[in-house]
């Protein structure tokens, strides 16, 4: 699942930009005519809302498959409108002013990736939270798509992030 993010300010589009780049995604201000689907590309749209052309190719590329990162100042019904719409094509996810984004990981997402990134392995992280090995590695799987990542590594490297920033984990809106 490609990341959704609408920004509230430029330095958190740069935030989010810095992060995705790290997590191997390519930002771009224009897609390619081709192919189609671009979710296997790892491209980022990314861009200013205010300008009706930009959230359009901002939809346009959340359809598309490619990731999405908009500048969007709160309050403006076109920028609503923008996050009703992508929220049609996948889960939206706000960046604030100045956390970067927040992602609506559940409490269970978050522990069972912290045991995993203190060196658990995946039996023993669903031991001890009392899972089975079938609900752990759903859980994980939902915790990737909601992060917009294609590995559990990349999901842990994503929650080490927000523990420089906020404490462990991603806050939940």
């Not at 969007?72 to 920028?79: D, I, L, M």
């Given at each position: 699942m490609s990341p959704l993010v609408v920004c509230e300010t430029a330095p958190a589009v740069a935030a989010t930009l810095a992060r995705l780049r790290l997590a191997g995604w390519t930002?771009?201000?224009?897609?390619?005519?081709?192919?189609?689907?671009?979710?296997?590309?790892?491209?980022?749209?990314?861009?200013?809302?205010?300008?009706?052309?930009?959230?359009?190719d901002a939809l346009l590329a959340g359809v598309r498959g490619a990731g999405v990162v908009v500048l969007?100042?709160?309050?403006?019904?076109?920028?609503a409108r923008?996050?009703?719409?992508?929220?049609?094509?996948?889960?939206?996810?706000?960046a604030g002013a100045e956390e970067g984004p927040r992602y609506p990981l559940t409490p269970e997402q978050r522990r069972l990736l912290d045991l995993l990134a203190h060196g658990a392995?995946?039996?023993?992280?669903?031991?001890?939270?009392?899972?089975?090995?079938?609900?752990?590695?759903?859980?994980?799987?939902?915790?990737?798509?909601?992060?917009?990542?294609?590995?559990?590594a990349e999901a842990?490297?994503?929650?080490?992030?927000?523990?420089?920033?906020?404490?462990?984990?991603f806050p939940v809106d």
């Open positions: 930002p771009v201000e224009s897609l390619p005519h081709e192919p189609w689907n671009l979710a296997a590309a790892r491209l980022v749209f990314h861009g200013d809302a205010a300008n009706a052309d930009v959230a359009q969007a100042s709160t309050g403006e019904t076109a920028v923008l996050v009703e719409d992508l929220s049609r094509v996948g889960a939206v996810h706000l392995s995946v039996v023993a992280a669903a031991r001890a939270m009392n899972l089975s090995r079938r609900t752990t590695h759903r859980r994980l799987q939902e915790a990737r798509a909601v992060l917009g990542v294609d590995s559990t842990i490297a994503m929650l080490r992030d927000g523990e420089t920033r906020s404490g462990p984990g």
